[in-house]
């Protein structure tokens, strides 16, 4: 009797035991929800709506279970495709575009990685009038809050449907109204390159369309200019003319900037021969190296591209 009861405990223990291991592997598993009985409620444009405006932000609500959404738009309608305008994946739930005169149907789904929602789609016209009230450029090159190092700098645009000129400004603030006047000038480019900047800090640029019968509205964006480079990087170990076996840890003190390191370890005092060029997220690292006299340092860089000094720099023999 007390055999069959020990039987009874051990079988109960092992089925327990599987069911936990189960429930416990299934959690590893990520459900994503079923996105195809489902669709996006769409919040502006409304539908069927006509406007004199180029320029518009196509917005809906977001969907529970979607990781993105799928905008398309089509002209004159997705029945008779005369041309796809658009067909873009978007991470955020409104996305703004330039149409031009015509008439165009836009639609968005949810989708995720197993699925995808209903199309939900609308209408939309877009009148031939040569008004530029309301309306903005595209702006492409270069990004907003765009951080860099360079003197030179490309700025362009898309074409605004009824502009024969834009004007430009660049101004070292921080918004079009105030600040140093860099550049104002009237061109009929869509692209234009200024040199030789030497301010740091923020800068705003600028571009409005424009014709004979109005002018449209500035779009703006803003940028940092960083000529700064990141303090030498000081070297803690090994020490200089340090005699020693491989493998050889190497290390260095930190800082409180956002940089990255770059770890080069040469057999000449010029660094011209690498033996070890390696970008490090820590402050050491250690390499198996030969017999032999080497040289190294580290080279910090900022999120702007400036780079450290390379003057400070050890020698090390390998034995």
């Not at 200024?194 to 964006?221: C, P």
């Not at 900022?302 to 000094?309: K, R, Y």
Request: glycine content about 6%.
């Amino acid at each position: 009797m007390q055999k069959k009861n020990f039987i009874l405990h051990y079988t109960y223990k092992l089925l327990l035991i599987s069911g936990v291991l189960f429930i416990a592997s299934g959690c590893d598993d990520i459900i994503e929800m079923e996105l195809s009985d489902r669709k996006v409620y769409l919040v502006a444009p409304s539908d069927s709506v006509v406007s004199d405006v180029y320029t518009h932000t196509f917005t809906w609500e977001e969907m529970q279970g979607a990781t993105h959404y799928q905008l398309r738009i089509a002209s004159p309608n997705f029945n008779y495709i005369e041309e796809l305008v658009l067909d873009s994946n978007v991470s955020d739930n409104e996305y703004t575009y330039n149409l031009y005169p015509g008439t165009f149907q836009w639609g968005v789904r949810g989708v995720n990685g197993s699925s995808y929602s209903q199309w939900t789609v609308r209408t939309i016209e877009i009148d031939s009038s040569l008004s530029l009230i309301g309306n903005q450029p595209t702006l492409q090159l270069p990004f907003n809050n765009y951080l860099t190092n360079q003197t030179s700098i490309d700025f362009n645009w898309l074409e605004l449907i009824n502009a024969n000129a834009y004007q430009f400004k660049l101004v070292q603030g921080s918004s079009l109204s105030s600040g140093l006047l860099i550049a104002d000038t009237t061109i009929t480019d869509i692209n234009i390159s200024i040199d030789n900047l030497s301010i740091e800090g923020s800068y705003v640029w600028g571009v409005r369309g424009m014709n004979d019968l109005s002018n449209s509205d500035y779009a703006t964006r803003v940028f940092e200019l960083d000529l700064t480079a990141p303090s030498a990087v000081t070297l803690t170990a090994p020490a200089n003319n340090n005699s020693q076996y491989s493998p050889v840890e190497f290390s260095w003190l930190g800082t409180s900037e956002t940089v990255y390191d770059t770890l080069e370890i040469a057999t000449d005092s010029l660094f011209n021969n690498f033996d070890t060029r390696v970008g490090s997220d820590s402050l050491s690292y250690t390499s198996t190296l030969g017999t032999g006299t080497y040289y190294w340092r580290v080279i910090r860089s900022d999120e702007a591209g400036n780079s450290s000094s390379g003057d400070n720099y050890r020698r090390l023999i390998v034995q």
